[in-house]
């Protein structure tokens, strides 16, 4: 595919565009949402995504597209957004679904907890995801490099993610891209590593 061809677009508040994301979430967090809301996790991601000002909202997509349809998406913010991001569209969009939220919660408090150990300056890469048959495409690719301007037009003077420790496809496209590992989690070294953070200086 030409790259050329891949056309970039910030997202809309609108539903549709929301499922959208909501699959492409999911899949990047590799089942971790459909885990934590049920198999009502669309709806209510879509539901939420059309509210602003928190961290799973329409203001922090990016939606890649070929020939006028939707082929990928990237979303990310800046660690002072997240210190001020509401939960609440999401508490209200999971409406029932609140309480297994909350106790998937407390149960993987760590992951949460590593979440607020974002720096100062830090534009954080919450999801990038693209459609299968186009993986290796160069949709990724273009994806980032729309990240890292967003990040930079912030004044943010790093790019932090969190990746699967065995997702090794992300972890080269990352690494390509100028991106090293700076940790992971556990830290417990007769356990395996779930995921790692990788970083780039801007």
């Known amino acids: ?87 609440q569209p999401l508490k209200q969009a999971a409406g029932n679904r609140a309480l297994r939220m909350r106790v998937v919660r407390v149960l993987c408090a760590p992951l949460w907890r590593i979440l607020n150990t974002l720096a100062d300056g830090d534009f954080y890469l919450q999801a990038i995801a693209v459609d299968k048959e186009l993986r290796g495409a160069g949709v990724g690719s273009t994806l980032i490099g729309s990240i890292e301007d967003r990040a930079r037009a912030t004044g943010s003077t790093r790019l932090s993610l969190d990746v699967s420790a065995k997702n090794e496809g992300a972890r080269r496209l990352y690494e390509r891209r100028g991106m090293t590992v700076e940790s992971g989690w556990p830290k417990l070294f007769f356990i395996p590593r779930l995921f790692v953070r990788m970083a780039k200086v801007l």
């Open 1 to 87: 595919m030409d790259q050329q061809s891949i056309i970039l677009r910030s997202a809309k508040p609108i539903f549709d565009e929301g499922l959208m994301y909501a699959r492409y979430l999911d899949e990047a967090a590799e089942g971790f949402f459909r885990f934590m809301l049920g198999r009502r996790v669309a709806d209510i991601i879509a539901a939420a995504y059309t509210q602003p000002d928190h961290e799973f909202s329409y203001q922090n997509v990016t939606f890649a597209e070929h020939e006028e349809v939707i082929v990928g998406m990237a979303s990310g913010y800046t660690a002072e957004q997240h210190r001020r991001f509401s939960e």
